[in-house]
């Protein structure tokens, strides 16, 4: 069984995700992609919480702020990454 922070850690960067896909737009390939980065960037950001020693706002052992910031920037660096790419399908 997982613990409960793993659990929160995986749906919060989730949210994320989905959320980022909502703003943007795309198809299921580009959600997958965004949810997918989310993750492993909400989880660069708890590593790097953890050695840094970043304890702003904790929730049990998951440092949000670290985490959070993590996510949104691995999001963004997808989607600066694939816009290119998206606009060059949506021109066609």
């Known amino acids: 069984m997982l613990s409960p922070t793993l659990t ?3 749906i919060l960067a989730t949210l994320y995700g989905a959320a980022f896909h909502l703003i ?3 198809d299921a390939r580009r959600l997958a992609l965004l949810v997918f980065s989310s993750w492993l960037g909400f989880a660069f950001g708890q590593l790097v919480g953890i050695t840094f020693l970043i304890d ?3 929730i049990g052992a998951l440092r949000i702020v ?3 910031l993590g996510s949104f920037t691995a999001l963004v ?3 600066l990454l694939t816009s290119r790419r998206m606009r ?3 021109a066609r």
């Open 56 to 58: 702003f706002f904790d």
């Open 77 to 79: 660096a997808v989607s």
């Open 8 to 10: 929160f850690a995986f």
């Open 24 to 26: 943007l737009g795309g």
């Open 66 to 68: 670290s985490a959070t």
């Open 88 to 90: 060059k399908r949506s």
